[in-house]
């Protein structure tokens, strides 16, 4: 085995240019692919928890008073899975706006009359999908003393759009990147072969095996996925690391989560698919040549 290893590295440097921009193309489909990934995981990691543990306001209308509260509550209870229930009078609320408005509270001053509503807060269990959510939200909706449901439908529903469209997206470039990787590294296989020609076929004539002659090329393939693969993801993680932080405290007043990292698992199975790639690329030329 170090003799074929030996043998593949010695081609490397051989044919440096060839692949160099090999392993350059396997690492642009990887950093491709794991750009998807990563945007998947924190994506998923997004609606999950939203999905876990989403909050909704229920803004009651004008005809709503303290007596109405218990009845109201039970009603609510009694349409889907509630974890916590608070109830935020017009007066709390303003109080709060008040505090939050703080550098504006002149403006607060002059109004007379409290123009915000009684609500609820309630924070919801485990839910499916956005779909379920929605319907729960249209069925509280429909009770005659509730004036408006927010739950953050609005980015929440663009966000599944952007993701279902990243999904679609996603799909296509890794599928293009890994044919356009297969086939250059398929065709510097075939290049390092026919270097090697003359020296092919005297190993044939002094009795080597197809194993014996095989072997260095598809060493050669694993190791052109294994660098690849790296190096693609150590530009997504140098890329992840420079402006995480900025994305993170720029969202912390909108996102309850943190932006994370591929999972180790998953850094694992990209190095062993991008190594594959290299060897099946080697396999389909050699495949070809050697008919």
């Not at 396997?26 to 990691?45: D, G, M, P, Y």
């Not at 909050?55 to 009603?75: G, Q, S, T, V, W």
């Amino acid at each position: 085995m170090t003799h074929f290893v030996k043998k593949a590295l010695a081609d490397i440097r051989s044919n440096r240019f060839l692949n160099l921009i090999t392993i350059i193309t396997i690492s642009l489909s990887i950093l491709i692919v794991s750009l998807f990934l990563l945007f998947f995981e924190n994506a998923s990691r997004v609606i999950e928890s939203w999905n876990k543990g989403g909050r909704a306001m229920i803004y009651l209308n004008k005809e709503f008073n303290l007596d109405m509260l218990p009845e109201l509550k039970y009603r609510i209870n009694g349409l889907g899975d509630i974890d916590e229930m608070v109830y935020i009078s017009k007066a709390q609320a303003l109080e709060k706006l008040k505090k939050d408005m703080s550098s504006q509270s002149a403006f607060l001053k002059t109004l007379k009359k409290n123009p915000l509503p009684d609500a609820l807060e309630i924070k919801m269990k485990s839910y499916n999908s956005f779909k379920e959510v929605q319907r729960f939200a249209q069925s509280i909706k429909a009770i005659e003393i509730v004036e408006d449901v927010e739950y953050g439908q609005g980015w929440l529903g663009r966000f599944l759009k952007i993701f279902n469209l990243f999904k679609i997206t996603g799909y296509t470039m890794c599928s293009l990147f890994f044919l356009i990787a297969l086939f250059i590294t398929a065709n510097t296989v075939r290049l390092a072969f026919y270097s090697r020609k003359l020296e092919i076929e005297i190993m044939r004539l002094v009795g080597a095996t197809e194993t014996f002659i095989k072997a260095p090329f598809y060493v050669e393939g694993l190791l052109q996925g294994l660098f690849g693969g790296i190096l693609g993801l150590g530009i997504l993680l140098v890329t992840y690391v420079t402006i995480s932080s900025g994305i993170t405290q720029s969202l912390a007043s909108y996102l309850y989560f943190d932006i994370r990292f591929l999972s180790i698992k998953l850094i694992v199975l990209i190095i062993l698919g991008s190594t594959f790639l290299g060897w099946f690329g080697c396999y389909l030329s050699l495949k070809q040549i050697l008919k």
